[in-house]
């Protein structure tokens, strides 16, 4: 295409739109061909506006003419005819011909919400632009964009498709306008904004045929295919609702499932539909199961029916009357239905009772045969567990008796009678209560910081409402709590001699027998016949002992290596729980459970009882006749194996040492390290140690195995912190100096704190000893370490010199090969130095001589990055390359160079008032012979692996030492 000057195409363009009317469309005049006479025109300032009333609308721009060009061809199908025209800045911008100055801008800003043209299209008068380089108008044709026919076929188009679509109503006439944008703002709220910065043939008929089938584009298209779709309303139903294919879509739409979510939850619930699913849900159902079974059941929530399995009840019927009654669980309502029936049956037999006792003071009764039979149809009732059936037969049977003269008095005098009965036990009761009270406040008074307070407390709060009671049974379940608390916290001693003065003033109640009469017999004589303060050691003899067992050869042997103990009138403290391991420790009895308040039942659950004489007379008739009857049945045989004065010997022993201690520590005159004992369910060890606690552990150990509590380490504080662990019932043990235990037993005795001193001390020249041995320990495992820092220091100092002398020789090695090989590594640098200059800074460098290389071809993706330069608004300043590794490689039995560049461009930016350095590296086979350059390699330092492809090369260097 030949370039014809910018103000004769004006003016000829110009002159071509005023012969419209006398020249045939689509021809140019001849003389528009003329090459002389294209060539003698004048170029003119700028290619400004063929009317000053319009503006050149410029959609695009390219740096090359051929690319312009091609873009300009490209837009012929959407935008008619257009021009390029190069600028003064060098680049080729398209024009698409001109807008009117009036409308130029929102018509400008339609087309672009319109996507008809890019978005950076502008507008100009055309004072940059400067020569034709092409067009494609012809002769006659205007430059009004707007009344291009391609443009008005394109909105036509969109109109259509539009109108299809119903997101427009208006005329289809090319016009755009308001209602032609918003439909089209619509299409891309739903459809999505078409792929490319502006509509093309492509993208058109996808709007068109999307108008068509719903779909957006082949892309939806295909994958609504690929899921089984066949319309686009269905597909979007199914995307927005989570489906993942047609078929599932389908069976949920079937059962009136919009969502996945909805349908996988009803799906998993097992419900067959959605209005099934929905009204499950209302009702806090998840499951259809448990949906229908309470429709069964006639249940309405899924809160009632979780309430109806959890009661216990199987009849709904019988749950609501529960739940009507106040009652949640079938427990509690058979209970309260088990009392009105044990009422039914104790007023049933009342009266049964009453009749027989009257009517055998008068057997000529009139009516007797039918007071008989009503009393033998309620004697029967009694057997059944029906309350109203049998108040109902109560009544029949009382409506008769009342009308027996007498018996209303005689009833009534029986009924006296019972409640005065009544009144007594209750009376007991309450007394037995009220003393139990007041002896729980006193010793809650004297015990704020004790462990068991918080059980204390609860129950008395829980007499408060029932000693203001009159219902027998409500007393006797308090006085049944109160036993079993006061026995499980070990408490009946402290209660006793609090309750001591109060019952030392109760003169008038009659005194019981201290024990009955029993017949002694020779096997029961060992309970029955001795000293009162003897302790008899029995053992199990039958099947049940829980592991107790006389062998074959007639030893005995505690087979699961644990021995239960049962103590009845027998004190267990440490002391005795020491000798007691040691005296069963032969037999197997490695662990010992000892139950201190041995009773009636507890006959099958022990392997040795001790029972002290004295106690067992004096105990109930009912606990003396069980073991009695065991002795006679000799499931109970005296134990020859433990000797209990033997035991009391050495217990005897301890507690003397024991005593001795806490004299000595007392007066001052016993130096050295012991244990106090505490009555506590702790197992901690508290310590007060000065100096090293480890050695002091055998001590603690031995201190804990007397305890009978787990070893473990001390919890070492200072005497305040331990004396508050003490008073909050933290310690088992306290283990201190001779000072510390004096200054705790002080305060201690003064706060009536109960404690006990272990018969075992740790002498102060033994404290001495230890501490010294320790302390010569501790010096021979310094020294040592301080040894082996010295040694590890001294191999650091020599490794360090070692890599110092090899990182000089190295040095070295490379200095001399640097200085024999350096001429031709330059040599060879500069093949690609000058190049890389050139081809970074591009006019600035034209003046260097020109290299050899071509660095496009060669280093295709540093190509790439300087291309971006200037879009990035970044410009290189300088270029400066290095050798990196030069040396030679094998290239098909052919000894080539090769050499690797490290290349820094420097780099500044005007608009962000910065510099940086960009860092590369190349590589090349230099093949002399063939005038060629092979294997080039090419990568950011940063992600530098040409160490890889010089041992990929076989690269021998002569630069570096390896």
């Avoid at 010295?790 to 190295?810: C, S």
């Avoid at 530098?944 to 010089?950: G, H, L, Q, V, Y």
Wanted: hydrophobic letters at 40%.
């Amino acid at each position: 295409m030949r370039m014809i000057s910018m103000g004769f195409v004006v003016a000829l363009l110009s002159a071509s739109c005023l012969e419209a009317a006398a020249n045939p469309p689509n021809t140019f005049p001849r003389w528009i061909l003329t090459d002389n006479h294209a060539r003698s025109g004048v170029l003119p300032a700028s290619l400004r506006t063929p009317q000053s009333d319009v503006l050149w609308l410029v959609v695009s721009s390219r740096p090359a003419e051929d690319e312009a060009i091609a873009l300009a061809q490209s837009y012929a199908p959407t935008l008619g005819d257009t021009l390029v025209v190069e600028g003064r800045n060098g680049f080729f911008a398209v024009i698409a011909g001109t807008l009117n100055v009036d409308k130029a801008k929102p018509n400008l800003k339609t087309l672009k919400e319109l996507h008809i043209i890019p978005q950076d299209a502008f507008l100009s008068r055309g004072e940059s632009l400067d020569r034709v380089a092409w067009l494609s108008f012809q002769r006659g044709e205007p430059f009004d964009f707007m009344a291009q026919p391609a443009y008005l076929k394109v909105v036509q188009r969109i109109q259509a498709a539009m109108t299809r679509l119903s997101f427009y109503d208006g005329p289809i006439d090319g016009l755009i306008g308001p209602a032609t944008v918003a439909a089209f703002k619509r299409y891309t709220a739903n459809f999505g904004v078409p792929g490319g910065d502006q509509l093309t043939e492509y993208s058109l008929a996808e709007i068109e045929r999307g108008a068509g089938d719903g779909f957006r584009n082949d892309q939806e298209r295909n994958l609504a295919q690929s899921l089984g779709f066949t319309d686009a309303p269905s597909y979007r139903d199914a995307m927005a609702g989570g489906f993942p294919s047609a078929s599932i879509f389908a069976q949920a739409k079937s059962l009136g499932f919009s969502t996945q979510r909805e349908f996988d939850a009803a799906v998993s619930g097992g419900f067959r539909s959605r209005d099934e699913y929905q009204r499950a849900q209302a009702a806090g159902f998840t499951s259809a199961d448990d949906f229908r079974a309470a429709q069964q059941f006639g249940i309405q929530s899924k809160t009632e029916l979780v309430a109806f399995r959890a009661s216990g009840f199987t009849d709904p019927v019988e749950f609501r009357n529960a739940s009507q009654k106040g009652f949640a669980d079938k427990a509690s309502f058979d209970k309260s239905e088990a009392r009105r029936l044990k009422a039914s049956k104790a007023a049933a037999n009342i009266l049964l009772s009453d009749a027989e006792t009257f009517l055998k003071l008068n057997p000529r009764t009139s009516n007797l045969v039918e007071i008989a039979d009503k009393a033998a149809a309620l004697n029967a009732q009694v057997q059944t567990n029906s309350a109203d059936a049998l108040n109902d037969s109560t009544l029949r049977l009382t409506n008769l008796l009342m009308a027996v003269p007498g018996f209303a008095e005689f009833s009534a005098s029986r009924d006296k009678e019972r409640s005065q009965d009544i009144e007594k036990q209750k009376a007991l009761i309450l007394a037995e209560l009220q003393g139990d009270q007041q002896a729980l406040k006193s010793w809650m008074a004297a015990h704020l910081t004790s462990s068991k307070l918080p059980l204390v407390v609860s129950e008395v709060k829980a007499l408060d409402g029932v000693t203001s009671s009159s219902d027998l049974e409500a007393l006797t379940e308090a006085r049944d709590s109160v036993r079993a608390l006061i026995t499980s916290q070990g408490l009946t001693s402290e209660l006793a001699a609090l309750k001591a003065p109060s019952q030392a003033e109760d003169k008038g109640e009659p005194q019981v027998a201290s024990s009955p009469a029993f017949t002694v017999t020779e096997l029961n004589k060992v309970l029955l016949r001795g000293g009162l303060d003897d302790v008899v050691v029995l053992y199990n003899a039958g099947p049940a002992a829980p592991s107790l067992l006389k062998t074959l050869s007639g030893e005995f042997s505690f087979t699961k290596n644990e021995a239960w103990i049962c103590l009845f009138g027998v004190e267990s403290t440490p002391a005795f729980e020491k000798v007691l391991s040691v005296a069963l420790d032969p037999l197997g009895g490695k662990t010992i459970h000892i139950n201190r308040e041995c009773g009636q039942s507890d006959i099958n659950q022990a392997d040795v009882f001790f029972i002290q004489r004295k106690n067992f007379v004096e105990a109930k008739p009912s606990f003396a006749v069980a073991y009695l009857e065991a002795v006679e049945a000799k499931a109970l045989r005296p134990f020859d194996a433990i000797n209990y004065p033997d035991l009391k010997r050495r217990m005897d022993q301890d507690k003397a040492l024991a005593t001795q201690i806490g004299a000595d520590v007392d007066k001052g005159s016993r130096l050295g390290y012991g244990g106090i004992l505490f009555d506590t369910k702790s197992t901690r060890i508290c310590g007060v140690i000065e100096g090293e606690p480890k050695i002091h552990m055998a001590t603690i150990d031995k201190l804990a195995e007397f305890a009978s509590i787990p070893k473990a380490g001390p919890q070492i504080s200072n005497v305040d912190a331990a004396y508050q662990d003490i008073r909050r019932d933290k310690c088992r043990i306290l283990y201190g100096s001779n000072a510390t235990l004096k200054a705790v037993t002080d305060a201690l005795t003064r706060d009536s704190v109960n404690f006990a001193y272990a018969p075992i001390w740790f002498e102060q020249s033994d404290v001495a000893a230890a501490q010294a041995k320790f302390e010569l320990a501790r010096q021979d495992q310094v020294k040592s370490e301080q040894a082996a820092r010295v040694t590890a220091e001294e191999a650091k100092r020599v490794a360090a010199q070692r890599l110092q002398d090899e990182q000089k020789t190295k040095s070295a090695q490379e200095a001399a090969l640097r200085q024999k090989n350096g001429a031709s590594a330059v040599a060879l640098l500069s093949m690609f130095s000058d190049g890389l200059k050139t081809f970074v800074l591009s006019e600035a460098a034209k003046t260097q001589s020109p290299s050899e290389v071509n660095i496009a071809s060669l280093f295709p993706e540093f190509t790439s990055w300087n291309q971006q330069l200037g879009q990035d608004a970044w410009k290189a300043t300088d270029v400066v390359s290095s050798v990196d590794n030069y040396g030679t490689v094998n290239w098909k039995s052919r000894n080539l160079e090769a050499i690797i560049i490290k290349t820094v461009v420097k780099m500044a930016s005007a608009e962000r008032g910065e510099y940086k350095d960009v860092c590369f590296i190349f590589g090349a086979v230099i093949d002399n012979e063939f005038k060629m350059v092979r294997d080039p390699y090419e990568a950011r330092c940063e992600k530098d692996a040409s160490s890889d492809w010089a041992v990929g090369h076989e690269l021998k260097s002569l630069w570096v030492v390896n």
